[in-house]
């Protein structure tokens, strides 16, 4: 197995969209980072299109993160590098779709997925576990949008915003 440094593998093998056009080459954080690159994207997403256009970005970006992310890692040989953040763009995206347009509903998003992304309540941590392939990299984040999701829901309900 060839192994590429990061910066050479930004540039090949799935790079540029695995590491999300380079917010995963962060020096500390990297998974805060790819997170923080989804939101204008989930913006203009939910600007132009609405809830729907978001969890449509959500999927497409899942679909091409499990090809992506699978190119990458036949390059480096860890199952789940650090610097892979297309799977935190997934999972971000998804409660997005679920609140208003507004600096707090989305830094209320932000916040509770990257906690259900950090602490990896079941099932997330299962997964994670289970699924040494492109699809468990990818799929553990979108179950932590799902909890996100409840997070945001639960906001709403009680009138946050």
């Known amino acids: 197995m060839n192994e590429f440094p990061i910066k050479h593998r930004l540039w090949r093998s799935g790079g540029i ?3 999300w056009f380079g917010a995963g ?6 998974g805060t980072f790819g997170s923080l690159a989804a939101l204008p994207f989930g913006l203009a997403a939910a600007y132009w299109g609405g ?3 978001v969890l449509a970005l959500a999927a497409v970006i899942f679909l091409i993160g499990i090809r992506e992310t699978g190119r990458y890692i ?3 040989g860890n199952h789940d590098p650090g610097e892979v953040v297309i ?3 997934a999972g971000q995206l998804m409660p997005l779709a679920f ?4 600096f707090l509903p989305y830094l209320a998003a932000f916040i509770l997925f990257r906690a259900a992304d ?6 997330c941590s299962l997964i994670d576990r289970t699924f040494t392939s492109a699809f468990g990299v990818m799929a553990d984040d979108i179950v932590a949008g799902l909890y996100a999701i409840l997070g945001v829901l639960a906001l709403d309900y009680v009138g946050a915003w």
């Open 99 to 102: 609140i208003p347009i507004g």
């Open 118 to 123: 950090i602490l990896k309540p079941w099932p």
């Open 51 to 53: 809830p729907y256009a």
């Open 25 to 30: 080459l962060a020096p500390k954080a990297p």
């Open 74 to 76: 036949s390059d480096g």
């Open 17 to 19: 969209l695995a590491l």
């Open 87 to 89: 799977d935190e763009v």
